[in-house]
């Protein structure tokens, strides 16, 4: 069966320092994966997402996640945080032909001014 | 270009009512799917759809339904509301293809059920 885990239910962090966000998954076949962020009371917006090719992935608002095989992880990375990136994200997989995701628990970032 | 549009937002439900909430989409998506969030326990699916007239279950089917009779719209429907069914509702649409697509989400519906 396909599972997320995202070990840390917050993340604090200073404005201006890096962040990372960890996501490790379990699944079987080639694994399709996911980032998204979601502000209070809105929907999940979409970050970036690893299909192939390249381990370093960039998405938007700076963010970027590397894919790594071996130890089935797919980690958020900002080397610079803001105040505006405080918000809940979710790691999520698919190994499927479609979009099913499976989402993990989520961790909330809280950068600090 | 509206996106994924859900209603109702907000919605308190007496124990043993049904209702449905709506989701509808206008960028012509062949995949639509219902996910519950709560606290600690992220996204869960509910119900998926990969064209019109064909649905099939999530995770956490159990006391929902779902129809897809037209590609744009994917009601959820609760069949007798019961507490454990509080939660706020996501509704998502992409393209059929993962590898060209991400997932559009609806801005959710809280559902009380007292």
């Known amino acids: 069966a396909q599972s997320v885990a995202q070990p840390e239910d917050q993340v604090n962090v200073a404005e201006g320092n890096p962040l990372t966000v960890k996501c490790t998954y379990s699944?079987?076949?080639?694994?399709?994966l996911f980032w998204y962020v979601q502000y209070p009371n809105r929907g999940l917006q979409f970050l970036l997402k690893?299909?192939?090719?390249?381990?370093l992935v960039k998405g938007s608002y700076g963010f970027e996640a590397e894919f790594n095989k071996s130890q089935t992880s797919f980690h958020l990375k900002k080397p610079s945080a803001l105040v505006s990136d405080s918000a809940l994200y979710f790691c999520?997989?698919?190994?499927?032909?479609?979009?099913?995701?499976?989402f993990g628990a989520g961790t909330r970032l809280a950068v600090h001014p | 270009n509206a996106g994924v549009t859900q209603t109702p937002k907000f919605q308190v439900l007496k124990t043993g009512q049904s209702m449905t909430l709506q989701c509808a989409q206008d960028m012509n998506h062949e995949y639509m799917s219902w996910y519950r969030q709560d606290p600690g326990m992220g996204l869960r699916l509910i119900h998926y759809s990969v064209g019109a007239g064909i649905t099939d279950q999530g995770e956490v089917p159990n006391g929902y339904n779902v129809s897809r009779s037209t590609t744009e719209d994917f009601p959820l429907r609760l069949l007798s509301a019961a507490p454990s069914q509080t939660s706020v509702y996501f509704c998502?649409?992409?393209?059929?293809?993962?590898?060209?697509?991400?997932?559009?989400f609806g801005q959710g519906t809280r559902l009380t059920v007292v």
């Open positions: 699944v079987s076949g080639n694994p399709y």
């Open positions: 999520a997989v698919s190994s499927g032909g479609y979009n099913k995701l499976i």
């Open positions: 998502a649409s992409s393209y059929r293809d993962i590898k060209n697509t991400e997932a559009f």
């Open positions: 690893y299909i192939t090719g390249d381990n």
